[in-house]
C-alpha cells in the first residue's frame, strides 16, 4: 500500500456554485485562487474528540480577475441577505470539452460574504525616444472576498463526504 501526500500548496480553482449539484461546470467559469485562509475551530475533550457546535469561521480568499464586469457578481452577493454557495477544487483536471473531470479534493462552501477588498493595477505608458509603449499590467485587478460560513463539505478522494455545519 502506498501512501498519497498531499500538499497545502495545490493549485485552487473557486466557482459560485454547488459543484456537488451540477452535472457538469465549464472550465471559464472557475477563477484560480491566489490565496485562501480557513481555520475551522470546535471544542476537544481529552481525548481530542471534537463535541459541541462550530465556532463561527471566516473563510478569506482572493483571486485575480482581467476584466471589473467579472466583480458585479460578488458584490451583489455582498448586498444581499441570503447565503451562497462557492465551491473550491484543488488540482482539478478538465475534459477535453473543457467541463470538470476531476479532482483531488474540495470543499463546498455556504455563507454570507461580509466584505470584499480590491486591489487595482493598470497598464502604463513607457516613453522609448520618439515612441510610446504601453505595458501590460503586473497584476489586473486582484479581490479578496471574506465569507462568513454557515456550513462546509469536505470533498475527498473517492468522493467522500464530510459536512461540518456551522451554528
Given at each position: 500500500m502506498t501512501t498519497r501526500l498531499y500538499s497545502n500548496e495545490l493549485k485552487a480553482l473557486v466557482v459560485p456554485e454547488d459543484i456537488l449539484t451540477m452535472k457538469s461546470v465549464l472550465q471559464e467559469r472557475f477563477t484560480t485562487v491566489e490565496r485562501l485562509n480557513y481555520c475551522c475551530r470546535r471544542q476537544r475533550n481529552n481525548k481530542g474528540e471534537a463535541y459541541g457546535p462550530t465556532e463561527p469561521v471566516?473563510?478569506?480568499?482572493?483571486?485575480?480577475?482581467?476584466?471589473?464586469?467579472?466583480?458585479?457578481?460578488?458584490?451583489?452577493?455582498?448586498?444581499?441577505?441570503?447565503?451562497?454557495?462557492?465551491?473550491?477544487?484543488?488540482?482539478?483536471?478538465?475534459?477535453?470539452?473543457?467541463?470538470?473531470?476531476?479532482?483531488?479534493?474540495?470543499?463546498?462552501?455556504?455563507?454570507?460574504?461580509?466584505?470584499?477588498?480590491?486591489?487595482?493595477?493598470?497598464?502604463?505608458?513607457?516613453?522609448?525616444?520618439?515612441?510610446?509603449?504601453?505595458?501590460?499590467?503586473?497584476k489586473q485587478m486582484e479581490i479578496t472576498i471574506k465569507l462568513l460560513l454557515q456550513n462546509t463539505t469536505y470533498i475527498g478522494r473517492d468522493n467522500n463526504f464530510k459536512s461540518i455545519f456551522i451554528h
Open positions: 471566516e473563510l478569506e480568499f482572493t483571486i485575480r480577475l482581467n476584466n471589473p464586469e467579472e466583480i458585479k457578481p460578488y458584490y451583489e452577493r455582498l448586498t444581499s441577505n441570503e447565503s451562497f454557495i462557492f465551491s473550491f477544487v484543488f488540482n482539478a483536471v478538465f475534459a477535453e470539452n473543457t467541463n470538470l473531470k476531476d479532482f483531488d479534493d474540495g470543499m463546498v462552501c455556504e455563507g454570507y460574504v461580509v466584505g470584499i477588498e480590491e486591489q487595482f493595477s493598470t497598464t502604463r505608458m513607457t516613453t522609448a525616444g520618439d515612441t510610446q509603449h504601453l505595458l501590460p499590467a503586473d
